[in-house]
């Protein structure tokens, strides 16, 4: 099983790394696909998709260390399920020719079922690495580093949000 478990934190820990990171490098390009849902009042979209970046950001560095599993994996719970009430509530309004906003890997694929069903295995793989012991997770000096890291980008986050704050501004 731990082989199992090995795989699904890596692959996951890829996957939130890759979305995440999407979330920033291409920010615009999910505030308008964000907006289509219509589920975000417009003034805190912006907000919501550096949160759910940053999150998604934690995610990929949680996944991957023993101390910080537990709540990497319930955010990452949350995240999803999130996401696929999202698709879900966008697939029974009708709507047509809407993308799922992912980005990374996954892409930005138009909302089907398939893309909901393809959710639902996440979660199932989240919940594999939640529940099962990983006796390979990082306890060395790498959490310290890449707890370095993670608040390095989150301060860089912050700054962008100022940035976009003051852009806001001027128009």
Same mark, same amino acid.
Not at 71 to 98: E, F
Not at 108 to 114: F, G, H, L, N, P
Not at 117 to 143: D, K
């Given at each position: #099983? $731990?082989?199992?478990?090995?795989?699904?934190?890596?692959?996951?820990?890829?996957?939130?790394?890759?979305?995440?990171?999407?979330?920033?490098?291409?920010?615009?390009?999910?505030?308008?696909?964000?907006?289509?849902?219509?589920?975000?009042?417009?003034?805190?979209?912006?907000?919501?998709?550096?949160? #759910?970046?940053?999150?998604?950001?934690?995610?990929?560095?949680?996944?991957?260390?023993?101390?910080?599993? $537990?709540?990497?994996?319930?955010?990452?719970?949350?995240?999803?399920? &999130?996401?696929?009430?999202? #698709?879900?509530?966008? /697939?029974?309004?009708?709507?047509?020719?809407?993308?799922?906003?992912?980005?990374?890997?996954?892409?930005?694929? $138009?909302?089907?079922?398939?893309?909901?069903?393809?959710?639902?295995?996440?979660?199932?793989?989240?919940?594999?690495?939640? &529940?099962?012991?990983? $006796?390979?997770? /990082?306890?060395?000096?790498?959490?310290?580093?890449? !707890? !370095?890291?993670? =608040?390095?980008?989150?301060?860089? =986050?912050?700054?962008?949000?100022?940035?976009?704050?003051? =852009?806001?501004?001027?128009?």
């Amino acid at each position: #099983m $731990e082989i199992i478990t090995l795989y699904c934190s890596v692959l996951l820990s890829i996957l939130f790394l890759s979305t995440g990171l999407d979330k920033f490098l291409h920010f615009y390009k999910h505030v308008v696909s964000t907006r289509k849902y219509d589920l975000i009042p417009a003034r805190f979209i912006k907000i919501v998709i550096a949160l #759910m970046g940053t999150l998604e950001l934690y995610v990929s560095i949680g996944l991957l260390i023993k101390t910080w599993k $537990e709540s990497a994996g319930l955010v990452a719970i949350v995240l999803l399920i &999130i996401y696929t009430y999202a #698709m879900v509530h966008q /697939m029974r309004k009708g709507s047509k020719n809407l993308n799922c906003g992912c980005g990374g890997l996954i892409g930005d694929q $138009e909302i089907t079922w398939k893309s909901i069903a393809r959710n639902a295995v996440l979660i199932m793989g989240v919940v594999v690495t939640y &529940i099962f012991p990983q $006796e390979f997770m /990082m306890n060395s000096i790498l959490p310290t580093y890449l !707890s !370095s890291i993670l =608040i390095i980008l989150i301060t860089s =986050i912050s700054l962008k949000m100022i940035e976009f704050k003051k =852009i806001e501004n001027v128009k």
